[in-house]
């Protein structure tokens, strides 16, 4: 019988959440005390403006499986996360919000499940209840968007709240991309994964940290860091181009053919829509490309996902 404590990490990203968390470490404490494993808490401050940092180091001098990284400035959840993720050692880490959208009445079901020998286990958001929104309509429209481009598949309504074992955890660290998107990259290494529904709750307070400029950047983190299909668009579209040039061509040397050459009007109109057409589909093919470039660019100088503050996490 194994008589050593299985070491779980608990890793929480938080930017400006100071009227939060205390609350959100009380309801996980709630629900891991009642376990027989050995839990740590990486709390993850992305840069946060308010009081987060203070709440949280109030947190974590009453609670010495805390650690509190704290990056320097706002790299954004992902990188966060990321940062969380590196610091573990426990053999299995569970990654949740921050803000009481993931229910930690959940954990005790998700080390079930690693127990019976799943190396990934993600939940995924039940939107269906939900009522209409702005952002419940977004997500399910960009789910479907990257799923039809992207040969990695990725659920609807996958969010970062999951569980992982060492192995799964010490493949995503040998992935070192600065674009990241973490439920592709998940879903990317493989390994047994099972999929564990959830319903989501309202945010203990506060409002979303996700703005919209932050939402668009990961939906571009996601489709031009999965699919090189936004390459092929340009591509396909060249070629229709050169295929109707072609039917062009062939049509007006049907007026030459039957001598009705005088009965070509000289077409301004048309030789301008064409112009535009043309100039436009290179002007987007330019982009495209433009933003691989891009991409590459970054990838190539190999920057730091995020940066540490201060001392390492004590352990
Ligand atoms: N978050 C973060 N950095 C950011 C934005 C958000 O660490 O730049 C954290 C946030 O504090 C929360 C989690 O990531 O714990 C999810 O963010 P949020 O709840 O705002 O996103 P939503 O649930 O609206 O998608
Ligand atoms: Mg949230």
């Excluded at 290494?189 to 939402?215: A, C, D, F, H, N």
């Excluded at 190539?300 to 940066?307: G, M, Q």
Aim: hydrophobic share 45%; proline share 5%; net charge neutral.
């Amino acid at each position: 019988m194994k008589t050593e404590k299985t070491r779980v990490d608990i890793v929480v990203p938080i930017y400006n959440e100071a009227g939060v968390v205390d609350q959100t470490h009380a309801r996980i404490c709630k629900v891991v005390d009642a376990l027989p494993h050995e839990f740590h808490f990486y709390y993850v401050d992305d840069g946060s403006s308010d009081g987060t940092v203070d709440t949280l180091r109030k947190i974590a001098d009453n609670d010495p499986r805390i650690s509190l990284l704290q990056l320097s400035r706002n790299f954004g959840h992902q990188a966060a996360l990321t940062a969380g993720m590196d610091a573990t050692q426990g053999s299995v880490v569970i990654t949740m919000d921050g803000d009481g959208q993931h229910p930690p009445e959940m954990i005790p079901q998700m080390l079930d499940l690693i127990a019976q020998g799943y190396d990934v286990v993600q939940t995924q958001r039940m939107d269906e209840a939900l009522p209409a929104s702005f952002k419940k309509w977004t997500s399910g429209l960009f789910y479907r968007f990257i799923n039809s481009i992207s040969g990695t598949r990725i659920l609807p309504g996958t969010a970062d709240f999951r569980a992982l074992t060492r192995q799964a955890v010490d493949a995503l660290k040998q992935m070192p991309e600065y674009h990241r998107f973490l439920r592709g990259m998940v879903s990317w290494i493989g390994y047994k994964t099972v999929i564990l529904p959830y319903q989501p709750e309202e945010r203990i307070s506060g409002v979303s940290k996700y703005s919209l400029s932050k939402m668009t950047r990961l939906a571009m983190d996601a489709v031009f860091s999965f699919s090189l299909v936004p390459l092929y668009i340009g591509l396909s579209f060249g070629a229709l181009l050169f295929c109707l040039a072609a039917v062009e061509m062939l049509y007006v040397l049907s007026f030459w053919v039957t001598g009705r050459t005088s009965s070509l009007a000289p077409g301004w109109s048309s030789l301008m829509f064409v112009i535009l057409i043309v100039s436009g589909m290179l002007m987007a093919l330019l982009g495209f490309i433009g933003v691989y470039v891009g991409y590459i660019f970054q990838e190539v100088k190999r920057r730091p996902i995020y940066l540490l503050k201060g001392d390492k996490p004590n352990e």
